[in-house]
């Protein structure tokens, strides 16, 4: 069988007494695009910069593309792209000049660049407004111009946190669909973590569960409907799912004593 892409094993992550990561345990396959679900706090954001090579593990493993990324962070970050829930940008550059940088940064020549950026643009619907300063975007094409940068670095893994969250409807449609496209048209594997349950379920293979810190769940959805819930019924929604894990684990997850 082929190396998950991401791979963790007892990884934990503490701050003094408090427990944001505790023990996790998960396998993401290439190419799939996986939701990573739980309400703010539950140690989401937490995960993925440990991931990322931007925090230490208390104890515990990871493995990202076969690197660990506390020992290789930046091998690692030359496979991955990032998209954080409050994209960045040089406010007073345009959405082609900011993606130009970032090739440059990534050695990559500008003649070799040029058709990546473009193509990108295209592919974000923002070619039209490449040469448009990035103080003038709203938040939906910031978000679209963060996906245009991680195409043109062609990374094997993508990280996306709250990707959606502060978009109208019409920009969360465009997100979703760039999203599913990395997986299906790009070949790329999406780490998507999210709190809106709802879309989760329109664009991901696989699921997990995050509650107190604690992977309660993994699977299709599906699946954790049918094997762990005993949800038998034509259609169902992945809120009505984890709403019964977040019930059942309600005892375990209250502080000791209260």
Known sequence: ???????????????GAQVAVDRLTLEVSEGEVFGFL??????????????LGLSEPSSGTARVCGLDPTRAPVPVKRLVGYLPENVGFYED?????????????NG?????????????????GLAGERRKRVGAYSKGMRQRLGIAEVLVR??????????????????????????RSLSRDQGMTV??????????????????IMLAGRLVAAGPIDELARRSLGVDQARYTLEEIFMRYFRQEQPAAAPAGR
């Open 93 to 105: 550059m345009t959405g082609y000049d900011n993606l130009q940088y970032v090739t440059r940064l």
């Open 154 to 179: 062609q990374p094997r893994v993508v990280f996306l946190d709250e990707p959606t969250v502060g978009l109208d409807p019409d920009a969360t449609q465009r997100m979703l669909e760039l999203i």
């Open 38 to 51: 739980g309400p703010n706090g539950a140690g989401k954001t937490t995960t993925i910069l440990m991931l």
């Open 108 to 124: 990559v020549r500008d003649r070799d660049a040029r058709p990546r950026i473009e193509g990108a643009l295209e592919t974000v």
């Open 191 to 208: 780490f998507l973590s999210s709190h809106l349950l709802d879309q989760v379920q329109r664009v991901s293979d696989r699921v997990g």
């Open 1 to 15: 069988m082929a190396e998950p892409v991401v791979q963790t094993i007892e990884l934990t992550k503490r701050y």
